[in-house]
């Protein structure tokens, strides 16, 4: 006997077909759909399993979670990991620095450099230079151009 149970409305049915044949949203809430309709067409966790390939525990914590959140659990949910280390005012900052005259003695600014004036700027304590590489690979704009990188086409 199940415990989690998936009885749509028609409603829901329709939205969750409708992603389904779209097909315009990541493969984890299509997936998810896939499987509320499946087991809401009566489908043992086994066939579903068999039909989607994924594992047994997924289709029961997709159960699970439609007991609570409903459709809200298409959503994907944050995902652990260490939060940004730079706000936007030390971002700006960093692009502001990275676009002034390097230091005496160099010919531009390096990553490394930049992390390292950042911290004698006391703008963060502590910052890596790969952390200051991907903070301005966001940056749409280069020194080394005119425009802001859009095509003028």
Request: glycine share 6%; aromatic share 2%.
């Amino acid at each position: 006997m199940k415990k989690y149970h998936v009885k749509l409305s028609a409603s829901q049915r329709r939205r969750l077909l409708e992603l389904v044949r779209k097909g315009r949203t990541s493969a984890r809430v299509i997936n998810r759909a896939r499987i509320l309709l499946l087991a809401h067409a009566g489908k043992s966790d086994e066939e579903i399993m068999d039909a989607l390939q994924v594992s047994l525990l997924t289709i029961h914590n997709i159960r699970r979670r439609f007991q609570t959140e409903r459709l809200d659990l298409l959503d994907d949910q944050p995902r652990p990991g260490q939060p940004c280390k730079l706000d936007g005012k030390a971002e700006a900052r960093l692009t502001a620095i990275a676009c002034s005259s390097p230091p005496t003695g160099h010919a531009r600014w390096s990553l490394r450099l930049l992390a390292d004036e950042l911290v004698r700027l006391e703008v963060i304590d502590a910052i890596s230079h790969k952390t200051v590489g991907q903070v301005l690979k966001k940056i749409p704009s280069s020194r080394g151009k005119s425009s802001s990188g859009a095509s003028a086409k």
